[in-house]
């Protein structure tokens, strides 16, 4: 056995303590990958409490991503796998939660796209859980100190670079988000009440005597931290407000209490448009319109499409998040009946109740809003152009989103749209069309409009004939 030497030994100064209280904004999944009875993604819990629990290497890695995004270099704070293996110097501790004040986990299903026939695909259906907005977790960080002798703790190399990281953990544009299916709306975070404790070993008897003491009883001198929202440059934002034209549908999960077959989804009590919803109206009509432009026959997903919404070989670089649905009513009961399309008559069993989101009659323009946000990392001019194509369709009534769409809901209509990329900006607003079935009419257009017009130019361009590489 070697001996101990104190000249190549590592030197620790003292330690650092960060601490926080971490809420979802929207829901999110945190398993294992592995499978329980009767569900296919189940969540990860505390063992002893069966509550809520965010392993620390799910934030370890969603961190170390972050800095890399941000052009900074997480080895030195977070370790290193290539090469020469260097530890993490950074500890951060597993996360345990309360429950949402909105309830528990709840459950979702899903379903596989087969990628030949646009349909579900065979034997893909599957049911997931996710912990419901409001759930707070308390995270721990803790950091050894290596530098002697700093004017300010935050001034050491290490310690910056953990208050970067930190940085990323907000709701806002280009956040961290955490868990699995996050470019579908899940797993975003906002962090509040950041605070830190440091013991200054080189400052005496007492500070590791105080050190002892926060190990054994977990009391320590917090004081407060400002930690400065900050994101990657290379996002595109898009924001949009729509009418909500006749209504909506888009169901919950699981049959409700009292009898209704088909509910509209809520997070906190409120109507909600889901990120898949979303996601997948603008997934598959950018699929239609990259087809027209080559020529290409129907299939797997155009490679442009795969490119920016992800496939089972690459992540995707789209998030949307869930929009609240604002000056509505959900309390109308609406009953409705399957047909047997072979005799045109009635299913046994075959009638259902459901309750849509609608227009607050007492509202100016009795229509429903909604405003909904999607973000594109390092989006190319083709690629925005196609976004914005359609966009322009959907929100012209084109294409319906959300259920039961054949009963006359899930139209809407675009009422405002804000487009950021780096320092440029560009918005526009409609006016509300007379009739419903006419499209919105554009009322002004911001400053600053040319790079739009060059995205969409550049989608025209795209080579009929030719696939376009992702």
Not at 123 to 138: D, I, R, V
Not at 199 to 219: E, H, M, N, P, T
Request: hydrophobic content about 35%.
């Amino acid at each position: 056995m070697g001996k101990w030497n104190a000249s190549s030994s590592r030197g620790i100064y003292g330690r650092l303590f960060v601490r926080g209280t971490l809420e979802l904004v929207s829901d999110a999944h945190f398993g294992n990958g592995d499978e329980a009875e009767g569900l296919d993604m189940p969540l990860l819990v505390d063992e002893s409490s069966q509550g809520p629990l965010l392993p620390g290497t799910g934030l370890a890695g969603a961190l170390r991503n972050f800095l890399r995004e941000m052009g900074e270099d997480p080895d030195s704070l977070m370790g290193s796998s290539s090469g020469k293996i260097e530890q993490s110097a950074l500890i951060v501790e597993d996360a345990f939660g309360e429950v949402s004040p909105a309830g528990p986990s709840r459950e979702w299903r899903g379903h596989a796209r087969d990628p030949q026939s646009g349909t579900v695909a065979d034997g893909a259906l599957y049911n997931f859980q996710t912990w419901q907005p409001g759930t707070k977790f308390k995270l721990l960080f803790e950091l050894p100190i290596l530098e002697p002798k700093l004017v300010s703790i935050w001034a050491g190399k290490l310690p910056a670079l953990l208050r970067s990281a930190l940085s990323g953990l907000h709701a806002g544009e280009g956040g961290i988000t955490l868990g699995a299916k996050k470019c579908r709306g899940y797993g975003q975070v906002q962090v509040v009440d950041w605070e830190f404790a440091y013991f200054d070993f080189q400052s005496g008897l007492q500070a590791i005597r105080d050190y002892y003491d926060f190990c054994v009883s977990g009391k320590a001198p917090w004081n407060s931290l400002d930690v400065k929202v900050s994101s990657p440059k290379e996002i595109t934002r898009i924001e949009g407000e729509f009418w909500l034209v006749g209504g909506a549908m888009f169901g919950a999960s699981a049959t409700p209490a009292g009898g209704v077959a088909r509910t509209h989804e809520k997070v906190l009590g409120k109507p909600v448009m889901p990120a898949k919803e979303w996601t997948s109206a603008v997934r598959n009509h950018a699929d239609r319109l990259v087809r027209v432009k080559t020529g290409e026959p129907s299939g797997s997903l155009t490679s442009i499409v795969i490119g920016l919404f992800g496939s089972t070989k690459c992540a995707s670089r789209i998030r949307t998040t869930t929009g609240f649905i604002e000056k509505s009513k959900t309390d109308l009961e609406v009953s409705g009946i399957l047909i047997d399309r072979l005799t045109n008559s009635v299913l046994g069993g075959g009638k259902f109740d459901y309750n849509p989101t609608l227009g607050d009659p007492t509202s100016k323009d009795h229509d429903a809003t909604v405003r909904l946000v999607m973000e594109i990392r390092d989006a190319t001019p083709a690629e925005l152009g196609l976004i914005l194509s359609t966009y322009f369709d959907l929100a012209v009534g084109v294409v319906p989103v959300g259920g039961l769409v054949n009963r006359g809901y899930g139209t809407l209509h675009i009422k405002g749209l804000t487009v950021k990329q780096g320092n440029q900006k560009a918005n526009y607003t409609f006016k509300k069309p007379e009739y419903p079935l006419d499209p919105p009419t554009l009322d002004s257009n911001g400053a600053d409009q040319g790079w739009i017009s060059d995205a969409l130019a550049e989608f025209e361009t795209i080579p009929k004939g030719e696939k376009q590489k992702s």
